[in-house]
């Protein structure tokens, strides 16, 4: 079930206040890929899309993880939570199909994992690993191509497809490393699928939030040192949240975006434009 709006945290001071802005997704229904927390950047989606009134359906990452999700899952009212690991053949397209046998369509996905091993991500870039390069590639990059392609029959009536970058794909941050190159590949990624799907009226977007306490960024050496950083370069002196990053979201998933496409939209707090 919904729950009350003020017991979903982090989320509790915007989350009435947008819903009572109106059903503006109602009848959206869309799959959230990569809650892991509460603190997540995807669950920060799924919450916003849902409090918007669209139907979501969120993926979990493995058993271990699930004990996390489902909770959350049940405080949005998810329509559906199914597992998915994208380096685990199959199941991917087990996902898609749950999805056609449910709903027949699909109007929105947001993608929202990445992945790089530890020890090449806390190298240099010319010090890492085939193995590594090519299993962050597969995780953080082509699992969204894949899941566009399995997407597309879905969007009968078009649809929109979000997936999340950082300011690191553009200029070269420090620690990192890995991650900018494979950012800077699911960049150029969205201009071509966007360019690729226009004629089927399905819009491609990636969203650049600033530096977010999320589990997975945790990963990066020092990152403290980049929160700290974020937070006194931005022209606002501050973070964004993942509610911010949301609302962005749903934005681009509502009409009011209809001639948008192919861009990379900031949520940074102005982070991005300060040299």
């Not at 649809?159 to 690191?168: E, K, N």
């Not at 226009?198 to 977007?205: A, H």
């Amino acid at each position: 079930m919904l729950t009350d709006p003020d017991s979903v945290d982090p989320l509790p001071k915007v989350w009435d206040e947008d819903s009572r802005v109106g059903d503006m997704l109602k009848g959206k229904r869309g799959l959230v890929v990569g809650v892991a927390s509460p603190e997540s950047i995807a669950f920060g989606c799924a919450a916003k899309l849902r409090a918007f009134g669209a139907e979501i359906a969120l993926t979990y990452l493995n058993d271990k993880a699930r004990k996390y999700v489902e909770p959350l899952a049940e405080q949005i009212d998810a329509s559906m939570l199914l597992p998915l690991d994208v380096t685990q053949p199959g199941q991917l397209e087990a996902v898609f199909e749950a999805i056609r046998e449910k709903w027949g369509r699909l109007d929105f996905l947001i993608h929202s994992i990445a992945f790089a091993p530890r020890e090449d991500l806390h190298g240099r870039v010319v010090d890492c690993s085939e193995g590594g390069f090519l299993t962050a590639m597969q995780v953080s990059c082509h699992s969204f191509i894949r899941m566009a392609h399995l997407a597309e029959p879905l969007m009968k009536n078009g649809g929109v497809l979000v997936t999340m970058s950082y300011y690191g794909a553009d200029k070269v941050v420090n620690n990192y490393n890995l991650m900018g190159p494979v950012k800077a590949a699911l960049e150029a990624s969205v201009r071509y699928m966007a360019s690729e799907l226009g004629e089927s009226n399905i819009r491609v977007f990636a969203v650049s939030p600033g530096p977010l306490r999320t589990r997975a960024a945790s990963g990066i050496a020092q990152f403290d040192e980049l929160i700290d950083m974020a937070a006194s370069r931005s022209p606002g002196q501050r973070l964004v949240d993942i509610a911010e990053v949301g609302r962005v979201v749903a934005f681009l998933v509502g009409g009011a975006s209809s001639g948008m496409t192919g861009d990379v939209i900031y949520v940074d707090a102005g982070l991005h434009i300060v040299a």
